[in-house]
């Protein structure tokens, strides 16, 4: 069990800036302090003002003592409910929305005036409403973000607001952050420019933190920097919300980043985590390499899809039954998403004994203008790790036929690019080709689950960004496509170094993350064709992957928090958040005699 004397961290409780501790006073400062909430007993608000804040409202789940103590008798029915009953009843709202993104605008509204409920609802309901807190729904959502804005929920911060960054931080009302999820609209899923309205993403990134990994919300801020968006439809759009003029680029965008950055670290701590979310090609590999080993910081569209895309590859082998090194790999789209999968493919075949540069050469990629070869004058410097010595060619069946790859992954966000022929050609030569169709949402997918079995008659490894239902082939066999979600990677690595206090998120902590989340995939799901483990199974999994990463980190000596807990996950299972109400009862005690 955990004690006091394990080491602390920052999720909850005291402020301590652990970078600019030396690591013996932080030891000394374990030892000395807990941090761990308990009861919340009279809370500082009474009467309306608490029944107006999400973090404190109960509503009809407060007993009558509580009630009375808080001064809010009389202003709620006289009926008296548990938060299971409170369940029961979102449910029966949920059940008579009839689209998903009315179902979106109710969880919104419920976290706005319930947070506890909210997540206690994402806890019993996860695998069912993800899909509506994120993609593909928030997709939809975010298109439409002008018209669904009620309040604040996050910070903006504008490219005139340059000077003053700092400023706008402190009208944020909690001082503890510990996780920045920030985006600046420009590539929002596979949706492109979405400007200021991208602010749903940060925003359903962290609902996630806590839904997947119960990291407590109250210390996670969700940030839109709004440098303008080159979208004209948002552009001519009476309802859009955002600056109305065109992106600002180049050294005017770097400094209002550099300055962010640098006012999140002076305002929270050196060691805040900082997340970027849909950032464009452009800006997205520059930044995380201008940044990475200097902040507390990671990519998800690149670090995060490429381990979760990894842990799919790792599971898939346990149904090829041979090694990663035995695969050639095509990639439809040369984005963010896939140069982080391939980089990541490569850094794992040369762990297991191969140089990097041979590695390179068994991976092959396909922008929008074709195969990526060495003849081209356009090619980026990551691009380049990948192109080779072979004659142009534009068209994915043709590079099939040509290459003979045994896994084919696609996150180019253009639909239906799988083709029949192509599932097909991938089937003919091999006996179980492994189809990554990762594209969000649902209908930029490279093909659907049903076409990739049907098409590859079974044989296919399939898996998916967004959900598939489950398919019956004609012989009766039921397949149940796996959902490579990056939910199952993000919301632990972010757990993990908020816990060890890690200093930096090199990729080998993505990784070790992929092999933990692979080694998580039982034969139950394997037998059904998933090869990652159950959503609904998603908060020990996030514990499992947290666990692995925290001693990565201790091996790689990026942990602030010292010593390394014996017991590490009892240390973990200890800061999560809980969604279960707190009394409001003060205790009391009597004199002695």
């Known amino acids: 069990m955990y004690n006091a ?5 920052l999720l909850s409780g ?17 030892s000395r302090h807990t941090i761990t909430e308990g009861p919340l007993s009279v ?3 009474t009467g309306i003002d608490l029944l107006r804040d999400p973090n404190l409202n109960k509503g009809m789940a407060m007993t009558l003592a509580e009630r009375q103590t808080v001064g809010v008798h009389g202003l709620l029915p006289p009926n008296f409910i548990t938060q299971e009953d409170q369940v029961k009843r979102c449910l029966k709202h949920l059940q008579d929305k009839s689209t998903d993104l009315e179902k979106y605008i109710y969880l919104c509204s419920l976290q706005d005036r319930n947070e506890r409920l909210f997540f206690r609802l994402l806890d019993d309901h996860l695998e069912d409403l993800m899909p509506i807190i994120y993609t593909p729904t928030v997709g939809l959502a975010c298109q439409k973000y002008g018209t669904l804005f009620r309040r604040p929920r996050g910070l903006y911060i504008t490219i005139h607001d340059k000077g003053h ?11 503890k952050v510990k996780a920045v999820c920030f985006t600046d609209g420009e590539r929002i899923l596979g949706l492109g420019d979405q400007g200021c309205q991208g602010m749903g993403i940060p925003v359903g990134k962290l609902a996630l933190y806590t839904g997947c990994a119960s990291i407590n919300p109250k210390y996670c801020l969700p940030v839109t920097l709004d440098v303008g968006t080159n979208n004209q439809d948002l552009l ?21 980043l550099d300055e962010f950055i640098t006012a999140c670290k002076a305002r929270y701590g050196s060691s805040v985590l900082m997340h970027f979310e849909d950032f464009g090609n452009q800006h997205a590999f520059r930044l995380l390499s201008k940044y990475k080993d200097t902040t507390c910081c990671f990519n998800d569209d690149i670090q995060g899809t490429a381990s979760v895309a990894l842990a799919g590859v790792l599971g898939s082998l346990r149904i ?12 439809l789209g040369a984005g963010e998403a896939n140069l982080g ?7 794992k075949m040369e762990k297991e004994g191969i140089p990097r540069e041979e590695a390179y050469k068994k991976i092959y990629m396909m922008d929008s ?12 410097s990551h691009k380049l790790n990948f192109a080779k010595d072979m004659e142009p060619c534009t068209n994915l069946a043709e590079v099939v036929k040509k290459i003979k790859p045994t896994a084919l992954i696609g996150a180019a966000a253009t639909p239906n690019t799988f083709t029949q022929e192509i599932v097909e050609e991938m089937a003919r030569n091999n006996e179980r080709p492994i189809i990554f169709a990762l594209s969000n949402p649902t209908s930029k997918s490279e093909c659907s689950a049903e076409e990739a079995y049907s098409w590859s008659k079974n044989k296919a490894v399939f898996a998916s960004g967004s959900p598939f239902p489950q398919y019956v082939a004609e012989n009766g066999s039921v397949f149940q496509p796996g959902q490579g979600n990056n939910a199952y990677i993000f919301p632990a690595v972010a757990l993990a170094v908020m816990c060890c206090g890690s200093i930096r998120i090199p990729d080998d902590l993505f990784l070790r993350a992929a092999e933990a989340l692979a080694q998580l995939v039982s034969e139950e799901d394997l037998a059904v064709g998933r090869v990652y483990p159950r959503l609904c199974d998603i908060k020990e999994i996030s514990i499992k992957v947290a666990m692995a990463v925290i001693e990565r980190c201790y091996e790689l000596n990026l942990a602030t928090v010292l010593p390394m807990p014996e017991d590490l996950e009892s240390f973990v299972r200890s800061q999560l958040y809980s969604n279960a109400y707190p009394s409001f009862i003060p205790e009391t005690y009597e004199y002695g005699q």
């Open 5 to 9: 004397s394990m080491p602390r961290v």
């Open 369 to 380: 203008r074709g195969l990526i070869i060495k003849s081209r004058s356009d090619l980026t």
């Open 236 to 256: 001519k759009d009476p309802m859009y919300i955002g600056l109305r003029h065109k992106r600002v680029i180049g050294e005017e965008y770097d400094e209002l």
């Open 43 to 45: 809370p500082a608000k």
């Open 165 to 175: 960054i700092y400023d706008i931080l402190k009208n944020w009302p909690i001082k």
């Open 320 to 331: 090829t039954e041979n090694k990663i090194t035995d695969h050639r790999f095509v990639f």
């Open 341 to 347: 999968i391939a980089e990541l493919i490569s850094l």
């Open 14 to 30: 005291i402020s301590v800036s652990r970078m600019l501790q030396p690591r013996t006073q932080l030891a000394a400062f374990s």
